[in-house]
């Protein structure tokens, strides 16, 4: 059976990403005091007493004559209105019954969902009496809450389980393995855009501004019987250009994104070429021993003749320099030419992030290598490399045991780790070689 789905909805600055986290139990949507932080939908599981539901948490309510980020906003919440099975309108008590919560009552009355009104920031048993005013809504008892210190938190979640139970008894969804994908890149190379193109859906807002995706927003698919978990991100910028807090928060967020992804889809604006801010992602993404496919989007705006495929490349790799083993596709995400080529080597670069090569083998490439070329002598002592284990998968790790550790140095390191990927692939996947006192 689905899980269901709760929406959070209300105008900006309401406080539904307090709420979220509240829910979820961790801070995982930004919350600023500015309105209109949270401009994305944004899914997490979330489990009260038992029952497991996937809670949404929503852009602020804005009428849709705004600007260009306010109509999207509002686009969203309509969205999310269909997607789910119960809606939570949020509404504050410290400001009271405002004209936008008359407006968005009228929308979620003609939704034919069920909606439970939950008045926030009733932080006491004096603001309870602010609750009242909100009968006016016409949507039934409102329930009060306070999401900033989890006062009566409890209360409303029963009420939003009450409302699954007038529906099918929930039973707890298993799925099988998923690969997590985090996509990533400088601001405005086209992460949301491509996201959308796979999903089939404006799930994520696009827009010629660059920075609109604040949040890391995950979304699941399924591609050929796998499940992904997309995770669009917010653009990374450097540091020195990072000037509000929100942004602060944002980039932080991306780095979180790529710690807990399988695999990075880094896109590179091919208008533009490979920058200093893309060696930077493309650097984090190895340290933390991911899975990387490097898709150079925007090839659609490329003036191009049959090499420029080819020499655009070797232009890239002479920038990556000892990251050669990364692939590379050229795509575009508006016309979806190759979006899809993506997934599938996303799919191998997974597999092969998650592959075990057998000692015998280890150790049989070892010898023919150091035959080849030993590692140089030291202080008239000769090093040998005795024996290669794998110690690790997902990521890769490799023991190498020697008489002298500390003597093998990295253009060695280099020499076996280029002999290694010739004789056993891993592409896309960063490998650790540890050497160790035999």
Request: glycine share 6%; hydrophobic share 40%.
């Amino acid at each position: 059976m689905k899980r269901p789905t709760v929406a959070i909805v209300g105008r900006p600055n309401v406080g539904k990403s307090t709420l979220f986290n509240r829910i979820i139990g961790r801070r995982e949507a930004i919350v600023d005091d500015q309105p209109g932080v949270t401009r994305d939908r944004k899914y997490s599981q979330a489990e009260w007493a038992g029952r497991y539901f996937t809670l949404i948490d929503t852009g602020g309510y804005l009428p849709s004559d705004q600007d260009a980020i306010e109509s999207a906003v509002y686009r969203q919440v309509q969205d999310a209105i269909r997607e789910a099975d119960v809606v939570v309108f949020l509404v504050d008590a410290s400001s009271g019954l405002t004209a936008l919560d008359e407006d968005l009552a009228v929308l979620l009355k003609k939704s034919d969902r069920p909606v439970l009104l939950a008045v926030n920031k009733v932080d006491n048993e004096k603001r309870e009496l602010n609750a009242a005013e909100f009968y006016k809504l016409g949507l039934g008892e409102p329930v009060s809450l306070s999401a900033m210190n989890s006062r009566k938190v409890g209360d409303f979640l029963d009420e939003v389980i009450a409302r699954f139970l007038l529906r099918e008894e929930l039973t707890q969804v298993t799925t099988g393995a998923q690969i997590a994908l985090a996509v990533v890149g400088r601001p405005n190379v086209g992460k949301s855009s491509f996201v959308n193109a796979l999903i089939g859906e404006e799930k994520m807002i696009v827009t010629e501004i660059p920075g609109t995706t604040r949040d890391a927003i995950d979304t699941t698919v399924k591609y050929y019987g796998k499940e992904l978990v997309l995770i669009d991100t917010a653009g990374l910028r450097k540091r020195a250009k990072v000037t509000d807090s929100v942004e602060y928060y944002s980039t932080v967020r991306s780095f979180e994104s790529i710690k807990r992804c399988d695999v990075a889809v880094v896109i590179v604006d091919a208008t533009i070429g490979m920058e200093s801010q893309d060696l930077r992602i493309l650097n984090e993404a190895v340290r933390l021993n991911k899975g990387i496919v490097l898709t150079i989007n925007k090839w659609d705006l490329v003036e191009k003749d049959a090499r420029t495929a080819q020499e655009y490349e070797l232009k890239i790799k002479d920038a990556l320099r000892n990251k050669d083993y990364l692939p590379i596709l050229f795509i575009s995400a508006k016309t979806k030419k190759r979006i899809f080529k993506v997934l599938d080597v996303v799919n191998s670069v997974y597999n092969e992030r998650k592959k075990k090569i057998k000692t015998s083998e280890l150790n049989e490439f070892l010898g023919v290598a150091t035959r080849r070329y030993a590692p140089p002598s030291m202080d008239r002592r000769e090093v040998k490399i005795k024996y290669c284990t794998q110690i690790k998968t997902n990521p890769p790790v490799f023991a190498f045991f020697t008489n002298a550790p500390d003597s093998i140095k990295s253009n060695y390191r280099a020499y076996l780790e280029r002999q290694f990927r010739q004789q056993f692939g891993f592409l896309g996947v960063p490998l650790t070689f540890v050497f160790r006192k035999k």
